[in-house]
Every structure is written in structure tokens, then in C-alpha cells.
């Protein structure tokens, strides 16, 4: 005879849903770990475009434009009138969607943001994290 018993199948069924069980608060886990890894890479981005403003690179402000799986640094007020030789492109995890603010410029010598508020970043698990970008430049997250 060839087959299984009823006794195997519920045994192997019983082991994967102890597995199941096991890995899936590790798995929440690894989604905040990976948010908060994004977190250090866009408060970078938009520092670096406000000190690259404020030390008025190649006599220019700059930009910081969020992307589906990447954000772009990039040299001037416009992302589309931009000159692509100067980008700055970052990958992050496509799986990251941004609302709020979506283009940031930062104005040469003073660093003065164009726009305030918020950019919402939100994770495949929907959990969000906000940036918020006053009227001086500062960050807060």
C-alpha cells in the first residue's frame, strides 16, 4: 500500500501551522526594521539637498524628489526642467509609497525649504512614518 495515513497528514499539516506561527511576528518585525532603515535614508536625502543648497553646490538650490523605489537629489527647483547629470538617485524599497509633500527644494545659501509639511512614507504592512519639514529646513521624524 502506498499513500498516507489520516495520522501523517494531520501530523504535517500541525507542523506548518506551528512553523506559520513561529515566523510571522518575526516577518512584522523585519517590516519595521526595514521602515526604519528607509527612515535614515530619506532623512539623509533631504539633508543632503539642504547642505548642498546652503553651501550653494555648482551656485545653485536644490531638490529632493520622492519616487516610487527611489528618491532623487537633484540640482534645481524644477524635477522636470531638472538637468539629469546632477542627480542624485537612491534606491529605497518599492514597496514604499509617499504622500504629502512630494518635491522639495531647498534655496541656495540659506537652505529655506520651498514647502512645509509633511511626507508620509507608508510600508507594505501599512504602517506610516512622517517627516515633517518646517520653515526653516529643520526635520523632525
Same mark, same amino acid.
Given at each position: ?5 489520516? =495520522?501523517?497528514? /494531520?501530523?504535517?499539516? @500541525?507542523?506548518?501551522?506551528? =512553523?506559520? &506561527? ?5 516577518? #512584522?518585525?523585519?517590516? %519595521? #526594521?526595514? /521602515? $526604519? @532603515? ?22 545653485? &538650490?536644490?531638490?529632493?524628489? +520622492? ?7 537633484? %540640482? &534645481?527647483?524644477?524635477?522636470e526642467l531638472r538637468d539629469i #547629470? ?9 514597496? =514604499? %509609497? +509617499? ?14 525649504? #520651498? ?8 510600508? $507594505?504592512?501599512?504602517? $506610516? ?5 518646517? $520653515? %526653516? ?5
Open positions: 500500500m502506498k499513500g498516507f495515513t489520516i =495520522l501523517e497528514l /494531520l501530523l504535517s499539516i @500541525a507542523i506548518i501551522v506551528i =512553523l506559520t &506561527g513561529i515566523t510571522i511576528p518575526f516577518y #512584522s518585525e523585519y517590516n %519595521k #526594521s526595514s /521602515l $526604519q @532603515a528607509e527612515t535614515g535614508v530619506i532623512v539623509n536625502a533631504l539633508r543632503t539637498a539642504k547642505i548642498s543648497a546652503i553651501s550653494m553646490k555648482d551656485n545653485s &538650490g536644490w531638490s529632493v524628489h +520622492f519616487g516610487q523605489g527611489k528618491i532623487i537629489v537633484f %540640482k &534645481g527647483e524644477s524635477f #547629470s546632477f542627480d542624485r538617485e537612491i534606491g529605497i524599497s518599492s514597496g =514604499l %509609497k +509617499f504622500s504629502g509633500v512630494n518635491d522639495i527644494y531647498f534655496s541656495p545659501f540659506n537652505g529655506i525649504p #520651498s514647502k512645509t509639511g509633511a511626507v508620509i512614507m507608508t510600508g $507594505q504592512d501599512n504602517t $506610516q512614518k512622517e517627516f515633517i519639514i518646517n $520653515q %526653516k529646513g529643520v526635520i523632525d521624524y
